[in-house]
């Protein structure tokens, strides 16, 4: 069973981390291809400016929203998960690493703080660097009962 | 090595928003643009402040409880507006120790 819903507003990126710490990360899709990007803007150096992208610090992101989303009150939200090979998904089952997203408003539009945790597999607790997809979703508001 | 001495997200209302946050604990207002900030960087580390939007800029200087940032417009004047801070740290490396090898003595310990 599917529910249509319509004036949904939504952001969905998929990110390669394999060029840090010396190069950006950038948005990739299947076979390489660099398409996987609707909505957020390009990875600038850290420290970036509010309209770009940034890589914060090892497994820390901050991803910047073109558009502007209401987090306030539950209004929107952000899922993200963690893109694992086959070989690094098997350890993964028992110790799942932490992977989070959380939409902040530092004053122009939106954005959503990802941090890629650790965990057992690599012998950390701190974030580390790590390949994500992250979708962020505006509701829209019901006008009918 | 860097650490991550601290990391934080200030919205302009000065409010710690999102996640994570690391080694700091309060941010107060001090006027339009100003935040303090409960932490307070050694003369060597590495402060970055991002997420600003162009032509503005953010100065940060040490005060009594913590560290004062204050946020200026294109024009140069005091702006509110939220901001990332991340504070690194050269960490010293653990001193190398192999295995079963003699224990390292210090000379003004020893007898």
Redesign the interface.
């Known amino acids: 069973m599917a529910i249509e819903i319509g004036n949904l507003s939504a952001s969905l990126c998929s990110v390669d981390v394999s060029a840090v710490p010396n190069g950006l990360p950038k948005f990739v899709g299947p076979a390489g291809r660099q398409f996987a990007n609707v909505g957020f803007a390009a990875f600038a150096p850290h420290p970036a400016p509010s309209p770009n992208s940034e890589r914060l610090s090892a497994g820390v992101y901050r991803m910047h929203l073109l558009q502007t989303f209401t987090f306030l009150g539950g209004q929107a939200g952000a899922l993200v998960t963690l893109n694992a090979t086959s070989s690094q998904a098997g350890p993964m089952n028992l110790f799942p690493p932490g992977i989070n997203a959380i939409g902040v408003d530092l004053g122009t539009g939106t954005d959503v703080i990802v941090t890629v945790g650790g965990g057992p597999p690599n012998g950390e607790s701190s974030p580390a660097d790590g390949n994500f997809t992250l979708f962020v979703m505006q509701y829209p508001t019901q006008q009918t009962p | 090595m860097i650490g991550?001495v601290c990391?934080c997200?200030?919205?302009?209302r000065g409010d710690l928003?999102?996640?994570?946050r690391v080694g700091v604990s309060k941010v107060e207002r001090r006027g339009t643009g100003g935040y303090l900030l409960y932490v307070r960087p050694s003369a060597a580390a590495t402060v970055?402040?991002?997420?600003?939007?162009?032509g503005?800029q953010a100065r940060w200087s040490v005060v009594d409880r913590g560290m004062k940032v204050e946020v200026f417009d294109q024009r140069g004047y005091p702006a509110?507006?939220?901001?990332?801070l991340?504070i690194?740290a050269l960490e010293a490396p653990p001193t190398p120790r192999r295995l079963g090898g003699p224990e390292t003595h210090s000379p003004a310990t020893e007898k």
């Open positions: 991550i990391m997200f200030v919205n302009p928003v999102g996640s994570p970055r402040i991002s997420a600003l939007p162009p503005y509110d507006h939220g901001f990332a991340v690194e």
